[in-house]
Structure formats: structure tokens, C-alpha cells
């Protein structure tokens, strides 16, 4: 039987997915903390960590590039 730490998690990654698929910005806000941080790698790259903020403003300028993205 399944507890409720492995429902919560179980829950919580199926939103992830399910948020990423829909490729929108408000659906992928509302799966992320408060205060997330996303770092990109390699670090060679010298891309900025992004909070929240960050992250969406700079979500709201590839959105509109790609479409039909599914995660598997």
C-alpha cells in the first residue's frame, strides 16, 4: 500500500509532466516553489540561475517557439 509521502510525490511528478506537455507558462509557475532556482549546465555556457521571476519572463519568450512538446 502506497503511503502518502509516495502519493505526494507520485501526484506531484504527474503535474510536473503534465504541466511541461501543456508547453504554458502558468501551468509550469504553478507546479514550482516559491523559491525555485533553475541553474542550466554546462556551466561553460554562463547562463544565469533563474528564480521565479526570471524564469518567467524568460519562458514567456520561448513559448511561443516550439509546440507539440511532449515529455517522455
Given at each position: 500500500?502506497?503511503?502518502?509521502?509516495?502519493?505526494?510525490?507520485?501526484?506531484?511528478?504527474?503535474?510536473?509532466?503534465?504541466?511541461?506537455?501543456?508547453?504554458?507558462?502558468?501551468?509550469?509557475?504553478?507546479?514550482?516553489?516559491?523559491?525555485?532556482?533553475?541553474?542550466q549546465f554546462p556551466i561553460s555556457?554562463?547562463?544565469?540561475?533563474?528564480?521565479?521571476?526570471?524564469?518567467?519572463?524568460?519562458?514567456?519568450?520561448?513559448?511561443?517557439l516550439l509546440s507539440n512538446c511532449k515529455v517522455s
Open positions: 500500500m502506497p503511503t502518502t509521502l509516495t502519493t505526494t510525490m507520485r501526484q506531484t511528478t504527474d503535474a510536473f509532466i503534465h504541466a511541461w506537455e501543456e508547453w504554458k507558462v502558468d501551468p509550469i509557475m504553478a507546479v514550482r516553489a516559491p523559491e525555485c532556482i533553475i541553474s555556457l554562463q547562463i544565469p540561475d533563474r528564480n521565479n521571476d526570471d524564469f518567467r519572463k524568460w519562458f514567456g519568450g520561448v513559448e511561443e
